[in-house]
């Protein structure tokens, strides 16, 4: 079956009952999370159960002029608030660990509530028996020896955070995004889930029920284990991003729509902030939905040239426009930030390899290259840019939308921030 350019509403009307449906579930949102804030923040201190997300020690000198070695806490509520507080340097190892603490809030607003707050807490009980995202990443642990090792392949399974060392480093090496669990790696397991599942359902299929809809059926089963995976991993907002648009984008297409284009996009950024507002604050979020915008963006204005092409150039268009948010975000850029083009490619087999190889036994057969990897990750330098050069970009990007010499304005202005990165790095070598 052919696609068809249909719009997705074919009337006024049906626009203005979707945007009617989407108000409405975006307002019962807001008074759910605003029924939260004001049970939270009714008392002077609240009772709540949290998932602790990192843990990390900090040195701070003290009004007094003395040194105060203390923990930080990342906590993540029930209700799904994200905060930060603090505790006696001596405490033990309680990353991914549930806890339920007695938190003290003073004028907190609800932007806070929305975004991330700061309270003073005392740790009431810590939940003793392991979840089972704790058991698989001690299964991972007791896969590798090097700790750094250990904490990649967790936040590429279980979407733990990384240490702030690494984070800077593989920032450096432009690959964050391969460890931030995202659309790149759902389209990974989508593909070999796809494979597994394909063959014993149309053996099954050809003998019992060769009536049914087997796309279908396959996607359903699909999209059903990628939902418990999204559950398992508590919901991340770039995870979140890709699954409702491959959901999106599989009902359209099942309908002969389009896909591929801007107003699937937008439809699936509309639901899920509808959705879940608080992701609205998140960069995370923001960050996976500019990947697909720039690669939407690419589809749509070089769709005539081969595929052959295309599989070629993605990677580099997308690079080069994501080159300006990167240096704006993070600063970060070395010699080897280019090379992550590549890393990106190669890693569409790694990630498979690496999950069959934990399987079967074998899990630390990359450490070896990991940790060569790593090595290169020091070696980079702060390059700023200015929010002024951000928002011509971000104007241009959205008129690149409507006028293709808008789209070479854009490869251009990328070019040459390019250019100054490299230029300024080479400059501090």
């Known amino acids: 079956m052919l696609l068809k350019e249909v719009e997705l509403f074919s009337s006024k009307k049906d ?17 759910i999370e605003y029924h939260n804030y004001k049970q939270l923040t009714q008392f002077d201190s609240a009772l709540v159960d949290a998932t602790v997300i990192k843990q990390y020690i900090k040195t701070k000198m003290s009004k007094k002029g003395k040194l105060r070695t203390y923990q930080v806490l990342k906590l993540k509520s029930d209700n799904s608030f994200i905060f930060y507080t603090i505790a006696n340097k001596k405490l033990r190892d309680i990353k991914g660990k549930k806890v339920e603490l007695e938190l003290s809030l003073k004028e907190i607003t609800f932007y ?6 700061f309270g003073y807490s005392r740790i009431l009980h810590i939940e003793e028996i392991p979840s089972l995202k704790q058991k698989l990443n001690s299964f991972i642990e007791n896969s590798h020896t090097n700790k750094d090792i250990t904490s990649i392949y967790q936040a590429l399974y279980t979407a733990t955070p990384l240490t702030k060392e690494l984070q800077q480093i593989f920032s450096t090496l432009g690959i964050s995004h391969l460890l931030a669990i995202s659309g790149f790696h ?10 597994l599942l394909k063959y014993p359902y149309k053996f099954l299929q050809n003998r019992y029920f060769p009536y049914r809809n087997s796309t279908s059926e396959l996607f359903l089963m699909l999209a059903f284990v990628l939902f418990l995976y999204l559950i398992f991993l508590d919901s991340p907002p770039s995870l979140v991003r890709s699954f409702v648009m491959l959901v999106i984008g599989f009902s359209l297409y099942d309908r002969g729509l389009t896909v591929i284009s801007m107003q699937t996009l937008l439809l699936t950024v509309i639901v899920i902030l509808a959705f879940t507002p608080r992701f609205f604050f998140s960069l995370g979020f923001w960050l996976s939905v500019s990947g697909v915008f720039y690669i939407f963006l690419f589809l749509i204005h070089f769709k005539l040239i081969s595929k052959v092409w295309q599989f070629i150039l993605i990677p580099i268009w997308v690079y080069i426009m994501m080159l300006p948010h990167s ?11 280019p090379f992550s083009i590549i890393l990106t490619s190669l890693f569409t ?3 498979p390899l690496s999950i069959f190889f934990h399987i079967i036994g074998f899990g630390n057969i990359f450490d070896s290259l990991l940790l060569w990897l ?12 200015n929010i002024y050069f951000e928002i011509i970009f971000v104007l241009f990007s959205f008129l690149a939308i409507f ?3 808008a789209v070479y304005i854009l490869i251009i202005y990328s070019f040459f921030i390019f250019l100054y990165a490299i230029f300024n790095n080479l400059l501090n070598y």
């Open 327 to 337: 240096l704006f975000i993070f600063e970060n850029f070395s010699i080897y930030h």
């Open 403 to 405: 006028y293709k010499r």
């Open 186 to 195: 759902l389209g990974v397991l989508s593909g070999v889930l796809f494979f």
């Open 349 to 351: 087999l790694f990630y």
């Open 15 to 31: 626009l203005f009952n979707f945007f009617l449906f989407i108000s409405f579930i975006l307002t019962y949102s807001l008074l």
């Open 374 to 385: 790593l090595n290169f990750g020091g070696e980079g330098v702060t390059i700023g840019l």
């Open 112 to 117: 806070q509530y929305m975004t991330t707050l």
